[in-house]
């Protein structure tokens, strides 16, 4: 940070790309050095699609049969295809290729929950235990197209039970290990599993998470879809349930497997895998996305915005339950042949210090992260990153959420010491890989702007009232983009109608990102957040109508209506106004109650912050309640609550204000 400069002009100047910022190894020259480069890659990408896809596609991935079109279908259709009647393996790609080449470069260095047991894979290594995996799938009996699910903690084996997946054409649904049983159920029935793979418990910031006893709730709740269950031994609980042929223990069945299952070919289009994602209404989406658009957005995004080369060392700190997680912690980096970090752990165990730790540990060279975390460890201090050598960074990324220019300029200083690059990396699980994002060695950045589209991106800002697209600079609307890129999602299982009206009918021609933006006077994306019924915790999406479906499970709830606060660490919480059957007295434990009920229905990541209990929620005429009014008064901005014309009894508004004021 400069003398000149004080700390309010940091949060709003221009940061150019550092030119030599003493950290570009010379074997590692960023691979896009000026936006000249980047501006005709992207006018290339837009005006020649074709000559731009093929080029990416060969740069980046083997297919064993080519493919005849590089793209068919429309938008409006839902039919999008890419690298139509190609085929190819995903975990050839990830795994033999780079075993081939390079054996020995590490592929994934596993940081475990409890600090000083780091564990490295080799590419030879990975390949083995990946083709173990396989083959304990094929001794079950899977074969290509059936549909495996996982739920997993943070560690090498979630990996391999994906590439294992994606070698035999399998589909995997990876549900993130914090999903209640309920939550858990609902995926395996949707997406019709057979089986799924868990570990007996998972660690995770010192406690035990017991993954075993969830899976055997699931299983109760969900019928005979189920046939087998996998269970890798993490910590070798004895207390564990094991049901005979139903459950397989990993241990002895990974031993008898063969070291080498040669990968299945399977079409550019066929399905790789589904991930569920919150939607505005209650039933989370099954998106599926598929296989050589998905390889080739996650490879290309990997390769560019991370400026990867190998010999790097990758660092997601995202589950891979997310498609963070997915994408940027097995796909992308390993397409690559680079190497990923596996962080089992939390930022704050057993100290503040733990994200740093582990990048001085594992020599980290990119590192990527979410603003909430960023957030919180800003919060308790810089004595916690003084102690770590973090010279090794290159690169560090956000992504979940808009992450606010104070913690952006923490991030740089303190994080990167004013020398590794910022990239506020915008993208959603639909869109599989980023869409807006800087080019480390190219973009200038703005705290606070994912800044500009990636290759292949066309977008607009649309007038959300007619659907007229803002042309120009310095316009606000919602987001949307204007033609199809490789790794969008192409359908919801089970419900395509649904896919069209969420994502593909809301507008005329274009895909809907459902969030607000506004593009700034030199042509810069700021993103404003959803504009849909969404709530964003720490960069987690949850429906405000599944909460409020879990919360009428509660007996003692009649009604709830639940919106998001703004949260200083977490970006947004949960708050709920609830009404109760009379009788029910306003207490602190009626209301932990609740949100047990909410934690055990959703899962943890749903917890309200605050339960408010009213008497009466504010409803139009025709009985829609007015949560624009309820925002406010969570707001304290009572003041300003608009039209209501439409209320059907204002007398309840000054209970309300009260309730929530007296907490
Ligand atoms: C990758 C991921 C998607 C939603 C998205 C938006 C928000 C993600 C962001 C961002 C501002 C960023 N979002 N990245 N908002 N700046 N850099 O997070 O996928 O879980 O599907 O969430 O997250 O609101 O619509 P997903």
Not at 351 to 364: G, I, L, P, Y
Not at 372 to 391: M, P, V
Not at 561 to 585: C, H, L, N, R
Request: one cysteine or more; proline letters at 5%.
């Amino acid at each position: 940070m400069t003398l000149a400069e004080s700390h309010e002009e940091l949060l709003v100047k221009t940061y150019q790309p550092p030119v030599n910022s003493g950290r570009i190894p010379s074997d590692k020259k960023p691979w896009i050095t000026s936006m000249d480069e980047y501006n005709s890659m992207y006018k290339e990408s837009l005006d020649s699609p074709d000559t731009f896809w093929r080029k990416m596609a060969s740069e980046l991935v083997e297919f064993t049969k080519p493919y005849q079109q590089v793209t068919s279908g429309s938008l409006h259709n839902g039919d999008t295809q890419w690298f139509v009647g190609g085929e190819l393996n995903v975990s050839y790609n990830c795994v033999d290729r780079w075993a081939r080449d390079t054996p020995d470069n590490v592929a994934i260095s596993f940081e475990p929950d409890a600090p000083g047991g780091k564990r490295t894979v080799t590419f030879k290594e990975l390949l083995e235990n990946v083709c173990r995996v396989a083959g304990m799938f094929k001794t079950l009996g899977l074969k290509k197209g059936d549909t495996v699910a996982v739920y997993m903690p943070m560690i090498p084996e979630t990996a391999y039970v994906l590439l294992a997946c994606t070698r035999l054409g399998l589909v995997h649904t990876v549900v993130f290990a914090g999903f209640s049983a309920t939550s858990l159920a609902d995926r395996i029935k949707d997406a019709n599993a057979s089986v799924i793979v868990t570990s007996d418990q998972g660690l995770r910031g010192g406690k035990l998470i017991h993954t075993k006893k969830i899976v055997d709730e699931a299983i109760k709740l969900s019928g005979d879809v189920v046939k087998n269950v996998i269970v890798f031994e993490r910590t070798g609980a004895s207390d564990i349930t094991y049901v005979e042929g139903r459950d397989v223990m990993w241990g002895p069945l990974f031993k008898q497997q063969a070291s080498y299952i040669p990968p299945v070919p399977v079409g550019s289009e066929d399905p790789m895998f589904i991930l569920y994602t919150s939607g505005s209404t209650g039933k989370p989406k099954g998106l599926v996305h598929t296989t050589a658009g998905y390889l080739v957005g996650a490879a290309m995004t990997s390769k560019y915005t991370f400026d990867l080369h190998i010999g790097d060392v990758f660092c997601c700190t995202a589950d891979i339950g997310w498609i963070t997680g997915h994408t940027y912690v097995v796909y992308g980096p390993l397409a690559l042949g680079v190497t990923s970090v596996i962080f089992e752990s939390v930022p704050t165990f057993p100290d503040a210090s733990r994200f740093w730790q582990m990048v001085d540990e594992h020599k980290v060279t990119q590192f990527y992260t979410a603003p909430t975390a960023i957030r919180a460890l800003r919060r308790l201090g810089d004595s916690y990153i003084n102690c770590c050598d973090l010279s090794t960074l290159r690169i560090i990324g956000t992504v979940g959420e808009p992450i606010n220019p104070e913690a952006w300029v923490w991030y740089h200083y303190v994080v990167g010491d004013g020398k590794a690059v910022v990239v506020d990396t915008y993208w959603q699980s639909e869109t599989g890989s980023h869409i807006i994002t800087p080019l480390p060695f190219a973009t200038p950045t703005k705290p606070g702007s994912a800044t500009l589209p990636m290759f292949g991106i066309e977008l607009a800002i649309l007038d959300p009232a007619d659907g007229k697209e803002l042309e120009g600079n310095d316009v606000t609307g919602v987001l949307a983009v204007k033609r199809s890129w490789p790794s969008m999602a192409r359908t919801i299982v089970g419900d395509h109608d649904r896919y069209l009206s969420t994502y593909m009918h809301v507008y005329k021609d274009v895909y809907f990102t459902g969030d607000g933006a506004m593009r700034d006077s030199d042509g810069y994306y700021w993103i404003k957040g959803r504009v849909d019924d969404v709530i964003n915790v720490s960069g987690h999406r949850i429906s405000t109508a599944e909460i409020e479906s879990a919360l009428i499970v509660d007996n003692n709830v009649s009604e709830s209506a639940v919106i998001g606060v703004e949260d200083e660490i977490t970006g947004q919480a949960i708050f709920a106004y609830v009404t109760t059957p009379k009788g029910v007295v306003d207490s602190e434990e009626v209301k932990k109650a609740m949100i047990q009920t909410v934690r055990k229905e959703i899962g943890p990541i749903a917890t309200p912050k605050r339960i408010i209990i009213v008497d009466e929620l504010p409803k139009t005429r025709s009985g829609k309640i007015i949560r624009r009014v309820l925002r406010k008064i969570a707001a304290g901005e009572e003041d300003q609550l608009g039209d209501l014309s439409t209320l059907a009894d204002p007398s309840i508004l000054d209970v309300l204000v009260k309730k929530v004021r007296a907490g």
